[in-house]
């Protein structure tokens, strides 16, 4: 894989897909307008791949900021790949379409590149985004997996997006919808949480041999939102052995974080509301790490997630059960 001249990787339906991305999730207390306004600073520092999601409630900014630099003549359509998901209350197939053209309005567009089960635990459908019960639980849902991926299939045959594909599901969850009588379409990605601490090396090989891309979400760790994060897990930026490294090669421990798992085959989502660190994280196309180098990152694996959806654990669905 010559990664000096291959910014993008060939999806297997044939369409190419950056190998790094802008992520545009915000925690709650972030203005919307950031999404807007860093948007458009990393398609100025060079970003064409823009990962939203229907949840983040930023798709409005994160499409109007597109379609600026489009209209001022810095990108062309056709150069972005944009990124929706499909939230977990609309997993019923005759709620998938709808979901998709709300999110398309939104945008303004005609097509997103790619939409993505955000998920594989399906929640109360409706309107409320997070249905909650009296007791403060979330009211999650039975839904076949497989229905929900046979709407997205016709979503594709529509021209409302060019690739689909999966998050967070593991390898029987994977299978489960490659052996689905009369599939039409693989899943083009599995998007799920991949760093140093946990380099999904098992995730990462069953990908390969189905012909999967796997995109890395927290790639810098996370944004240690502690409403979902453990505040006393390790700050991943922060390890000697990435400090290290960085120093030896004049990069930032994030670049030296990010290179590692490009040079692995791993497509990269890096999120910053940061100019700066924008156009520093668009330069890990500039240097490569030694074979050594990455044997001592391979070291610091902790298999430590940062995303646990603890709220699911009790659902069949439930990702995090198995090993990989």
Known sequence: MDLKHSRS??????????????????????????????TKVAI???????DSAFIYGNEEQVGEAIREKIADGTVKREDVFYTT???ATHFRPEFVRPALEKSLKKLQMDYVDLIIIHLPVPMKPGDELIPMDDKGQFILDTVD???????LEKCKD????????????NHKQLEYILTKPGLKYKPACNQVECHV???????????KSKDIALVAYSALGSQRDPSWVDQNSPVLLEDPVLKAIAKKRNRTPGQVALRYLLQRGVVVLAKSFN????????????FELTAEDMKDID????????TTLQYAANHPNYPFNEEY
């Not at 100025?44 to 823009?50: E, M, S, Y």
Request: some cysteine.
């Open 9 to 38: 990787v060939k999806l297997n339906d044939g369409h190419l897909m950056p190998r790094l991305g802008f992520g545009t999730a915000a925690s709650g207390d972030v203005p919307k307008s950031k999404s807007y306004e860093f």
């Open 44 to 50: 100025d520092a060079g970003f064409r791949h823009f």
């Open 85 to 87: 998901k499909l939230w």
């Open 145 to 151: 997996l497989r229905d929900t991926w046979e709407a």
């Open 158 to 169: 529509a021209g409302l997006t060019k690739s689909i594909g999966v998050s967070n599901f």
């Open 197 to 207: 601490y946990l380099n999904q090396s098992k995730l990462l090989e069953y990908c």
């Open 275 to 286: 100019e700066k660190r924008i156009k520093e994280n668009m330069q890990i196309f500039e």
């Open 299 to 306: 070291g610091i694996n902790k298999n430590l997630r940062y």
